[in-house]
Every structure is written in structure tokens, then in C-alpha cells.
């Protein structure tokens, strides 16, 4: 897509969501079912994802495993974040790169130590290649930092709830 071609995008959706909010409310559902050793297919819409674990997990290896997709996640998020902020302010960028680098302990993950199982520490490193002042491109990049869903989800604390439903195992 072109960048005049996103700008009408988000412009549009921009127009739309200021004259009535309620339309970008909405749920989300992603459906993971376990399905041999600790392989997982994920189904949302009409997308299906395998997640697996590597070997020495325990795992085949035939899928990448969850930190794949949730660093995938953060910075795909970035770098489109990035692109729509870019064609919105007409700032023309050649290349762009987002690598996700997170820092773990996965003692935690089996049940050994105290320390928390998630990453101690998580960070991104931005490549643009562009015409465009560096300064122009650093508040470029905060704009759109400051308006990521994904890059808010790694930050700010939100609400969780787990719902059990036990089932009778089928005959």
C-alpha cells in the first residue's frame, strides 16, 4: 500500500471514531487448543497458528514458541504503528526495522526459584532509513509509541481473569 493510500485510511477511521467512539470498542477471541506434546494450534477468524515448544522443553520444535509470537507481536505492532504515523505526517521513510530483544530466566518456568517467569527486561531497537531530520523521526516515533496497543499491553498493568469450566471427559 501507498503511504497517501494509509493516510486516507486512517484519516477515514480517524473521522469515524471521533464522531462516534463506540465503533472502535469490540472483543477479541483466540481460541488455542493443545494438541500433541505441548504443540498448540491457534485459531482467531479465519487465521490458524501452530505454537510448540523446542526440544530441550520438552517440544517437538515444529512451531515457534509463545515469547516468538509475543516479541512478534510488540514489534509488528511498532513498525506498523510506525509506517501509519509516517504516511499520516508525510514523512517519507526508505526501510524500516524493529528487533524486539527481552531478557528472561526461565528457572521460574519450572518451578525453581522465586524470581518472576516473565522477561526482566524488554527492549526495542528502532532502524529507519529515511531524508527526514533525526528529530523529525524521534517525535515521529513517540507519537506513535504513544498510540501502540501492543506496546501499552507490555507497560501498563491491565485487568486479567481466568474462568475455569471443567469438563466430562467424552465416551
Same mark, same amino acid.
Given at each position: ?16 471514531? !471521533?464522531?462516534?467512539?463506540?465503533? #472502535? ?9 493443545? !494438541?500433541? #506434546? ?6 482467531? $477468524? ?7 515448544? &523446542?526440544?530441550? &522443553?520438552?517440544? /517437538? ?5 509463545? $515469547? ?21 505526517? #508525510?514523512?517519507?521513510?526508505? &526501510? ?21 517467569? $516473565? ?16 528529530? %523529525? ?5 513517540? %507519537?506513535?509509541? /504513544? ?11 491491565? %485487568? ?10 467424552? %465416551?
Amino acid at each position: 500500500m501507498s503511504q497517501h493510500t494509509i493516510k486516507e485510511a486512517f484519516e477515514r477511521s480517524e473521522r469515524a471514531l !471521533s464522531l462516534k467512539p463506540s465503533i #472502535g470498542r469490540g472483543s477479541a477471541k483466540t481460541t488455542v487448543r493443545l !494438541s500433541e #506434546g505441548l504443540a498448540c494450534e491457534a485459531r482467531d $477468524g479465519r487465521w490458524k497458528l501452530s505454537v510448540d515448544m &523446542s526440544e530441550k &522443553s520438552g517440544g /517437538s520444535g515444529a512451531a515457534p514458541d509463545p $515469547g516468538v509470537f509475543g516479541r512478534t507481536a510488540l514489534g509488528s505492532c511498532l513498525a506498523i504503528g510506525y509506517a501509519k504515523w509516517a504516511a499520516v505526517r #508525510g514523512v517519507s521513510i526508505r &526501510s524500516l526495522e524493529v528487533e524486539v530483544q527481552a531478557d528472561y530466566d526461565a528457572a521460574r518456568e519450572y518451578g525453581v526459584g522465586d524470581k518472576s517467569p $516473565g522477561y526482566s527486561q524488554v527492549r526495542y531497537v528502532v532502524k529507519v532509513e529515511s531524508d527526514a531530520p533525526e528529530d %523529525e523521526i524521534a517525535r515521529l516515533l513517540d %507519537e506513535a509509541d /504513544s498510540c501502540s496497543p501492543w506496546l501499552d499491553v507490555f507497560v501498563r498493568p491491565i %485487568e486479567l481473569r481466568r474462568e475455569l469450566r471443567v469438563l466430562l471427559p467424552e %465416551e
